[in-house]
């Protein structure tokens, strides 16, 4: 099984930018989507943003115009631009990848990595 290791978490003051990066610990190929997710404390785990090989994403709407997904389909990296944070942007972000790797389909995640947005 890939391990997917995220960083680029932090402490930021809102209107700031942070970019997170989402890397596999071994060999990945043939990605087929690649997601982030963010947990608040006390509440759900939510889908932010998703990338579909062909390209098509989608974003929640809390973060539309501010985030961007991107990353090699290839083999990754898988990477989340996050710009005019919010305070309501604090969470743990996860990094979710879905894949076709020797001929098998995998569907890994990251062990999250905190984004506090405070001033």
């Known amino acids: 099984q890939v391990r997917l290791v995220e960083s680029g978490g932090g402490l930021v003051q809102p209107g700031g930018s942070l970019r997170l990066s989402c890397a596999a610990s071994?060999?990945?190929?043939?990605?087929?989507?690649m997601a982030w997710y963010r947990q608040a404390p006390g509440k759900q785990r939510e889908l932010v943003a998703h990338?579909?090989?062909?390209?098509?994403?989608y974003y929640a709407d809390s973060v539309k115009g501010r985030f961007t997904i991107s990353g090699d389909n290839a083999k990754g990296p898988v990477y989340l631009q996050m710009n005019s944070l919010k305070p309501e942007d604090t969470a743990v972000y996860y990094c979710?990848?879905?894949?076709?790797?020797?001929?098998?389909?995998?569907?890994?995640w990251g062990q999250g990595t905190q984004v506090t947005v405070s001033s």
């Open positions: 979710n990848v879905v894949h076709n790797t020797g001929g098998r389909f995998s569907n890994d």
């Open positions: 990338r579909t090989s062909s390209g098509s994403t």
């Open positions: 071994g060999s990945i190929s043939s990605i087929l989507t």
